[in-house]
């Protein structure tokens, strides 16, 4: 069922046809290997085999959709004439699924391919959230694989942010032309569980990357060598013999710098409390440059709740200048009493 989830206000869409397999269909890439917690460990992620590439020079007649405000480009995969490419071979079948998704089965394990936005659409700095979920009954009981969001695509280069359902894992992979490696990687318990929609969420300015899941900031990364390109999809199967992946909505608007407050050089470690107050105890301490997104603040506007970057914790942190640096006015967060 489809989920109604409320996106960020600001949407659009386009068409032709495209799909692209990643480097390396000659054989094995070197690469790191991807941890997950299963009792046989997983294909390395460069390992995969490419599934073939489909023709990216055929013409389709699909109706270029109206832009509004500040959005680059949307679709909720209702109507097929958007022009997502569609194709089916031995071991992969991809295109549109009523009634109102994108998809990607993937029917052999240590298999990867991707899917691009028809008309080679091409985006520097933006915003992107994709709402995504594995369909249980057409896929294995058993196995692991990952899924998600590209971007800054050139042919064999780009980016890819997957996650895997069942490590409950996230990965920030980087293609080349010679390999496909991992830049970052982490742990979220608040991916869900298939056949549920996770919102996963991309921003990108320049050389640096912000990763979101479900409303919660997992991770950063800079690297300076992909600096404009395609959007799309990545799906990777690793021990899984059949993988069934929903792609529900894609959305791309101008770059929104997400909610970040920096620490600032302190002679000793910030303190993040279980409430606002320092009659609340200590759970954890802070250092000068780390990340943390703020999610509300206390009644007296002196405390600021946070969610610690990577680690899944939430807390309290004093809203001073001399301690944190936010880059929006906290000022405008919900008030939280606790």
Not at 130 to 153: C, H, M, Q
Not at 259 to 270: D, G, N, P, R
Request: some cysteine.
């Amino acid at each position: 069922m489809k989920s109604h989830h409320a996106f960020h206000a600001k949407w659009a869409m386009p068409a032709l046809i495209l799909i692209s397999i990643v480097a390396g269909c000659a054989g094995p890439v070197n690469g790191p290997t991807v941890a997950a917690t299963l009792e046989q460990p997983p294909t390395s992620i460069a390992e995969a085999t490419s599934i073939p590439v489909v023709d990216e020079a055929t013409p389709t007649s699909a109706p270029v959709p109206v832009l509004e405000g500040d959005v680059l480009y949307r679709d909720d995969f209702t109507k097929p004439a958007t022009g997502w490419p569609a194709a089916k071979f031995d071991n992969y079948f991809i295109g549109y699924h009523e009634p109102e998704y994108y998809h990607i089965e993937i029917d052999s394990p240590n298999s990867r391919t991707t899917a691009f936005i028809p008309e080679k659409t091409s985006f520097d700095d933006f915003t992107m959230e994709v709402e995504v979920l594995t369909n249980s009954t057409k896929t294995a009981a058993s196995g692991d694989f990952i899924y998600g969001p590209i971007f800054r695509r050139s042919g064999d280069q780009y980016y890819a942010f997957a996650i895997s359902p069942r490590s409950k894992k996230w990965f920030v992979l980087k293609s080349s032309p010679n390999t496909l490696m991992t830049l970052a990687e982490g742990e979220e318990a608040s991916i869900h569980d298939l056949d549920v929609d996770d919102d996963l969420r991309v921003d990108a300015q320049g050389s640096t990357f912000y990763f979101h899941i479900n409303g919660r900031l997992v991770g950063q990364v800079v690297d300076p060598d992909y600096t404009s390109g395609e959007a799309g999809f990545y799906v990777q199967a690793f021990d899984s013999t059949q993988t069934h992946v929903h792609f529900d909505t894609l959305t791309i608007w101008d770059y929104d710098a997400p909610s970040l407050c920096s620490i600032l050089s302190i002679s000793k470690k910030l303190n993040v409390r279980s409430g606002p107050g320092t009659t609340f105890p200590s759970s954890s301490s802070l250092s000068k440059g780390d990340l943390v997104e703020p999610i509300g603040r206390s009644p007296d506007g002196k405390w600021i709740k946070i969610n610690v970057q990577g680690s899944g914790e939430q807390g309290w942190i004093a809203d001073s200048p001399q301690f944190v640096s936010c880059n929006k006015d906290v000022s405008l967060l919900p008030v939280i009493s606790q």
